[in-house]
T-cell receptor, first 113, second 113 residues
Framework: GENVEQHPSTLSVQEGDSAVIKCTYS??????FPWYKQELGKRPQLIIDIRSNVGEKKDQRIAVTLNKTAKHFSLHITETQPEDSAVYFCAASPSGSARQLTFGSGTQLTVLP | EAQVTQNPRYLITVTGKKLTVTCSQN?????MSWYRQDPGLGLRQIYYSMNVEVTDKGDVPEGYKVSRKEKRNFPLILESPSPNQTSLYFC????????????FGSGTQLSVL
């Protein structure tokens, strides 16, 4: 089955700096890669996703890049704000959808004021 | 309001005492799934269901049962809970026609003593 590794497990940045979280996956059949944000005590929520036919996707301060050859994808957050503090999960799926997602172990991002 | 409702929110029980965690969605979603979240391990899929009477094992199904007799409900059953099933559980659903968006319930924190 799919295996998704996520790094780092914790990340602290100063407000206004950029944050990068990286994930690698093992199954070359995976074709859908979402990122979820989980605030303390809350449910995970989808923030951005990318498909295997696209190399990069942006949504305001958030971007995701995908390197299919190397089997890794990354989340980039620019101009970080305190409300970006949360646990971020990457995931991969061979179904092209949110079904059968395999999640990474999560990254606790702390944005220091 | 579109939502996935889990009950109970918190549950403390003892080893071997059967329990059920309920999950209900009001969005007429075909797909429903259960995850457990453990520190350092991310979210791991327990079981999923593509539609009524169709269920499949996820990555960690041992010790769990599910049923999908109605489209809106997808209960998680622990016939004989053990301490290693102490975890935070999330139910999630999505539509087969808007399959990128996975809606999570608010979670159930289970402690098995």
């Amino acid at each position: 089955g799919e295996n998704v590794e996520q790094h780092p497990s914790t990340l602290s940045v100063q407000e206004g700096d950029s944050a990068v979280i990286k994930c690698t996956y093992s199954d070359s059949a995976s074709n859908y890669f979402p990122w979820y944000k989980q605030e303390l005590g809350k449910r995970p929520q989808l923030i951005i996703d990318i498909r295997s036919n696209v190399g990069e996707k942006k949504d305001q301060r958030i971007a995701v890049t995908l390197n299919k050859t190397a089997k890794h994808f990354s989340l980039h957050i620019t101009e970080t704000q305190p409300e970006d503090s949360a646990v971020y999960f990457c995931a991969a799926s061979p179904s092209g959808s949110a079904r059968q997602l395999t999640f990474g172990s999560g990254t606790q991002l702390t944005v220091l004021p | 309001e579109a939502q996935v409702t889990q009950n109970p929110r918190y549950l403390i029980t003892v080893t071997g005492k059967k329990l059920t965690v309920t999950c209900s969605q009001n969005m007429n979603h075909e797909y429903m799934s259960w995850y457990r979240q453990d520190p350092g391990l991310g979210l791991r899929q327990i079981y999923y269901s593509m539609n009524v009477e169709v269920t499949d094992k996820g990555d960690v199904p041992e010790g769990y049962k599910v049923s999908r007799k109605e489209k809106r409900n997808f209960p998680l059953i622990l016939e004989s809970p053990s301490p290693n099933q102490t975890s935070l559980y999330f139910c999630a659903s999505s539509s087969l026609y808007d399959f990128e968006k996975l809606f999570f319930g608010s979670g159930t924190q289970l402690s098995v003593l």
